[in-house]
């Protein structure tokens, strides 16, 4: 191969990992929109159970409690639309921003209405099921743009650390969803079979939502998670689970019970605050590392002294100890064809074949890795779709949905991504 065209082929290879650091730096910024995410939902949760003790006690319990838990979610607010406006600066727009600002505007639309929903509850003007319904819709809308981060991620690790904090995430929002339900239930003094419905579906969503998180998340993580599933207040929220589900307490005692649920559940979501904050550092500290590590062998390319051969060795990068070829240093190393070749001499066409067939096998490396992530989000979005055609085409509520699945789920012996995807397949067959 002539000497200009090899030098072409690696300035080629060098353009692709100057994308690939782009793609991660669009990554970060992502990451820490989604740290930003991470603070509001949890302040909108505290908000919601507040609302629901504060309505079920008919204005008598957590007035202080929840004028605070407004206050911060409001400041938290701000940090959110604070970190937002870069966004609107970037004068490029990677892939997958479009469906990514669609989320970003749908959540900002959820955020206006946010005003109204608490002057109602203060005056005690609207139901209680109506305010989980509209903090639960806008937490889903924020949730939503963590997905589409995940969704939209091309690095396997960084894909994985995303599937692992929105399934956490999509985990802790179902316990507070639980810590609602069970507020508005125990201040009755009881739980109607929907309401007990309902409390049972959230339970079962946690589960395979964790489920999923431990699939994916980093050893640290795990490992957190499991001291909160072994806590006194967990074994505690299970003990008052079973009381949700078997008997009806008096007025007093009801709302004794309420507290104590509030109290219990909060404890329990507060320490999965703390496990999301050491899987929003990881994935921070991800997305940094592998800048970082990109950016340096790019910047070899840079250097006056460092010739073709350094060029393409920043092209190669540190896939040449992943797929070493056959040439060995005397103590065993493996050596690519860049310093095989020598700083500064030219490459023969061989070695930049070798390149560009390292390249490619790096290439569908992360192909491979990429598709256990793709398939978790993918398994969610279909899962997702079929409760909404049963919705829309029965006339169920979404508990009736996912209990309708679950159900079918057990009686044909199959997954529940299984089950939904013939729902879906189903429904398009149909029209």
């Not at 319990?61 to 838990?69: I, K, N, R, T």
């Not at 419905?197 to 079962?204: F, G, S, Y």
């Not at 790096?362 to 989000?377: F, G, I, T, V």
């Amino acid at each position: 191969m002539p000497q200009r065209n090899r030098r072409e082929v690696v300035r080629f290879l060098v353009a692709a990992r100057q994308c690939e650091i782009e793609n991660l730096k669009h990554l970060l910024e992502a990451g820490r929109l989604v740290l930003s995410i991470t603070g509001l939902v949890h302040r909108l949760q505290r908000e919601r159970g507040a609302s629901n003790l504060f309505l079920g006690s008919g204005g008598q319990c957590y007035g202080e409690q929840l004028q605070d838990y407004q206050d911060a979610a409001t400041q938290a607010e701000r940090e959110l639309r604070a970190r937002l406006g870069g966004w609107l600066e970037h004068t490029q727009c990677p892939h997958g921003c479009a469906r990514f600002f669609a989320r970003i505007a749908t959540a900002l639309h959820g955020l206006a209405g946010l005003p109204e929903l608490r002057e109602q509850v203060r005056a005690r003007s609207i139901a209680v099921t109506a305010v989980m319904t509209g903090f639960n819709d806008l937490i889903r809308d924020l949730l939503a743009v963590v997905f589409e981060a995940a969704d939209s991620a091309a690095d396997p690790q960084i894909s994985r650390a995303l599937v692992a904090l929105f399934n956490f995430m999509q985990g802790k929002e179902l316990a507070g969803q639980e810590r609602a339900i069970g507020a508005a239930g125990f201040s009755q003094g009881g739980f109607d079979d929907s309401l007990r419905q309902a409390l049972l579906h959230r339970i079962d969503a946690q589960e395979r939502s964790f489920e999923v998180f431990a699939d994916f998340c980093d050893p640290q993580s795990r490992a957190a998670w499991q001291q909160v599933a072994a806590s006194p207040h967990t074994s505690e929220v299970e003990r008052l689970r079973r009381i949700a589900c078997t008997r009806t307490l008096s007025g007093a005692d009801g709302m004794e019970t309420a507290q104590a649920w509030f109290a219990h559940t909060t404890h329990r979501i507060d320490a999965m605050k703390r496990v999301e904050e050491g899987l929003e550092a990881h994935l921070e500290g991800l997305c940094e590392s592998r800048i970082e590590a990109a950016g340096s062998e790019l910047a070899a390319a840079d250097a006056p002294t460092a010739g073709f051969a350094a060029l393409a060795l920043a092209a190669a990068g540190p896939f040449a100890t992943l797929f070493p070829d056959a040439q060995t240093e005397a103590d065993g190393e493996a050596r690519s064809p860049v310093l095989a070749a020598g700083i500064g001499a030219p490459l023969s066409g061989r070695s930049v074949m070798d390149l560009v067939h390292q390249q490619s096998r790096r290439l569908q490396a992360m192909e491979d890795e990429m598709h256990a992530a793709r398939k978790a989000l993918a398994e969610r979005k279909v899962i997702e779709r079929a409760k909404a055609l049963l919705m829309k085409h029965r006339g169920l509520s979404e508990d009736e949905a996912h209990r309708f699945l679950r159900q079918t789920t057990m009686n044909q012996n199959r997954r529940l991504a299984e089950v939904a995807e013939s729902v879906v397949s189903m429904a398009e067959m149909l029209g």
